[in-house]
């Protein structure tokens, strides 16, 4: 699982998506769409090969697949790819019913059926199976793309499908460990986007080269999300907190549920939650190197949104007992406001003094939980050398984008039969 992917259930088409736009909405007094929301309304000039790409994005993906769509030029199509290419990689990773001997080399040369015209496989019986069996179809996209991108989904593709395969029989076990986890599935994606991000030359090469800024961009999110889901993972047999941090406080990590134990079980979410906060100064550095709008909005969002999930989940029996989710009118208002340097700077300062007004004077990571959201909040009370500025124009779509956003995810969460969450 990697974090622009997990548990995506959303069957939405493509073309639902892109008729439920109102194009006057966003035309305004111009008479023509701006520059940033064009891609949005073109889909039925594609190929019917790239429009097939974007219903399986639509179905596979949740929020995830608005922003994508709203990305500029010919990124749009190069980041759909990746995100299915990795799908399917991802897929192969989940099905148990695919024997080790033969899912591990599968996982290790992936890479190489993305020049294999007729390579698919059929056996799968995991919900987004579709991107496997009609994988020429993505292939072929894949193919089609410039040679720049090809060689950035390519590379990533390869090595997140070994390090899968490496942690197929391995648990993890220590702090290293986890951030080694996070790093094959969601940090190679953070350092793939930025290299694609370069590559298109909507961003500076620096993007792309800084990876451990990028690595830290997925690793916050990924570490959100395993959090987040210690309960629904926990019940279907998966443990990705790591034994370092839960083994100090129960025999097994299942045991952090039972309500004697409550106690110690917060004290592993507060750890936990305050080592995935020593990311977010780099998250902030990170996001004070983009120029280009969409870019901003694509990283900037589910940034906001991890913050405010570990918020909610910071010392939060909840976590243990149910699904911590972010309320529906906060998410719009998040996808709303995340839009510039200063407001991204206010919303995780704002989050940061919410972690903080809820540290126990008891709890045993108080020290570094204090230390680290001092440092964010030093950080994002620095001015930047540059903040975005939006034009109303901009401003009006940015909102429309925060609608039909939550629109979606909501139609995928009731798909999922409330288990699904922003």
């Known amino acids: 699982m990697f974090f622009f992917l997990k548990k995506s259930v959303s069957q939405l088409s493509c073309d639902s998506f892109v008729g439920s736009l109102n194009v006057m909405t966003v035309i305004g007094s111009s008479g023509k769409p701006p520059q940033h929301t064009r ?31 709203a990305l500029d030029g010919e990124l749009r199509h190069a980041v759909c790819i990746f995100y299915l290419v990795l799908r399917a990689l991802d897929t192969v990773e989940d099905d148990m019913t695919i024997p080790l001997d033969k899912k591990v080399p599968m996982l290790t040369h992936f890479h190489t059926y993305l020049y294999q015209e007729d390579w ?18 993505i292939s072929l996209e894949f193919r089609n793309l410039a040679l720049v991108y090809r060689e950035v989904i390519s590379d990533i593709c390869h090595h997140m499908g070994v390090g899968m395969a ?37 961003e500076d090469p620096e993007v792309g080269q800084d990876t451990e800024l990028a690595n830290s961009m997925g690793l916050f999110l990924q570490k959100t999300n395993i959090i987040r889901d ?42 936990l939650v305050t080592d995935a906060l020593r990311h977010v100064p780099d998250v902030i550095a990170y996001l ?17 949104m991890a913050i405010a999930t570990l918020s909610s989940c910071y010392n939060n029996p909840m976590v243990f ?9 906060q998410a719009v208002t998040l996808m709303m406001e995340a839009t510039n340097m200063q407001a991204v700077q206010t919303i995780i300062f704002q989050y940061s003094q919410e972690i903080l007004q809820k540290v126990s004077l008891t709890d045993p990571s108080r020290d570094k ?34 609608v039909l956003s939550w629109q979606y995810i909501s139609t995928a969460a009731a798909q999922a039969q409330g288990t699904g969450d922003v």
């Open 39 to 69: 891609g949005l309304t073109k889909l039925d000039s594609m190929s019917q090969t790239l429009r097939t790409c974007y219903v399986y994005l639509n179905q596979t993906s949740r929020s995830f697949a608005a922003v994508i769509q």
């Open 120 to 137: 698919c496989f059929t056996e799968s019986q995991e919900k987004d199976r579709q991107v496997l069996a009609d994988f020429p179809t």
């Open 166 to 202: 490496e942690f197929l029989e391995k648990k993890v076990g220590s702090m290293k460990e986890w951030d080694q986890y996070c790093h094959y599935v969601a940090g190679l994606v953070g350092i793939g986007l930025s290299r694609l991000f370069s590559a298109s030359q909507l």
């Open 230 to 271: 210690y309960l629904e993972d926990t019940k279907e047999g998966r443990a990705f907190w790591p034994q370092e941090a839960w083994s100090q406080f129960a025999g097994r990590l299942e045991d952090l549920a039972q309500p004697d134990k409550l106690e110690s079980a917060l004290s592993c979410l507060n750890l």
């Open 288 to 304: 004070s190197r983009l120029h280009n709008q969409s870019v901003f909005n694509f990283c900037a969002i589910p940034q906001v």
């Open 321 to 329: 007992q149910g699904v911590v989710k972010i309320r529906k009118g």
């Open 369 to 402: 939980t204090l230390h680290i959201l001092a440092v964010i909040q030093g950080k994002s009370t620095m001015s930047q050398s540059r903040t975005h500025h939006l034009s109303p124009m901009y401003l009006s779509a940015a909102m429309l984008l925060a």
